[in-house]
């Protein structure tokens, strides 16, 4: 009877402290699965931020469905949207001319402000709905004038390089002091978008020409493409690539502005025709080490067979 009573008691305590763990245990997953404000918000960003080109307000739709906290969204919304606009290089409508104009780290002069050299003027806009919603005067000191000569010719000979390569692409060059030396960055975006036809797609090239008091001209240049293509699938592309040069200096604005843009222009033809090698050869190489040769079975399939055994499977309905 007192083996019998004692069983008991020890029963009833070992399954009181199996609820216990069983609760410590609940309640340790629940804190791990559990993400605060922050963790959430960076979580986010990165969707929002990797968003395809010309598909980011659609990503924007998506994550406010998923999040379903419209107040965490809306704060971080303006940080965000700047930060994918800059990033994309977006080309927008000057409104003091029939160019386009791009929205960059290298020429932002304000609070949604960016410094139009072409049109003379600032563009305002607005980040939130991604449009242009009026201008300004440059103001003294947002241009340097020294090097203004070298720039304006770089700007032109970058435009017509544009205009022949990229269709609907747009360039700008804008001029700033590093380090003592003065510094021409020369931007081309060109956007192609055919949701229609399931693709879209970005090119964003960055070049700077560094002025040395010695003469040389050193130009540094990065390139990005992001190509994303959803028919039937969902692939990515997203690809980048560097390069350096450097390139005798002249007083001659105009000289100095066609050397720089032909070995632009050089450069970037070799890294095309590099990026269609290697998307030519892809089939032969990545994408047949993505699947078998044969099947499981280690044998082809016959699908003469196959067709034989369809159409006499049909007869015998008939």
Known sequence: GINAEYGKKLKSKLKKKARHYKLLNKKKEKSKMSLSEQEILQIVNGFLLNAPPGEFMEVVSDVRGLLNNDALLNNSAPKTFRQYNIDQMLQVKSPSGQHEA??????????????????????RFDH?????SGQRPIANGEVDSSIESHRRALDDALANYAQQHFGPGSSAVFSSSQG??????ACISSGRFSPQNFYNGRWRSIWTATFRGSGQIQLQGSVRVHVHY????????TTSWTKSFNVAGSSDAR???????KQISKAEQDYHTALEH?????SDTTFKALRRNLPITRSKI???KIRNYRVGNDAARQ
Do not use: H
């Not at 020429?107 to 600032?122: A, S, T």
């Not at 959803?230 to 592309?237: A, R, T």
């Not at 000289?255 to 843009?261: L, Q, R, S, Y």
């Open 102 to 123: 791009l929205i960059t780290k290298f020429n932002e002069v304000g609070q949604g402000e960016f410094l139009d050299p072409r049109g003379n003027c600032v563009v």
């Open 128 to 132: 939130i709905r991604q449009q242009v």
């Open 180 to 185: 003592g030396n003065t510094v021409l960055t």
């Open 230 to 237: 959803y028919e039937d699938g969902n692939v990515q592309v």
């Open 255 to 261: 000289a100095v502005a066609e050397a720089i843009v």
């Open 278 to 282: 290697n998307y030519s050869t892809m």
């Open 302 to 304: 016959d699908w003469q």
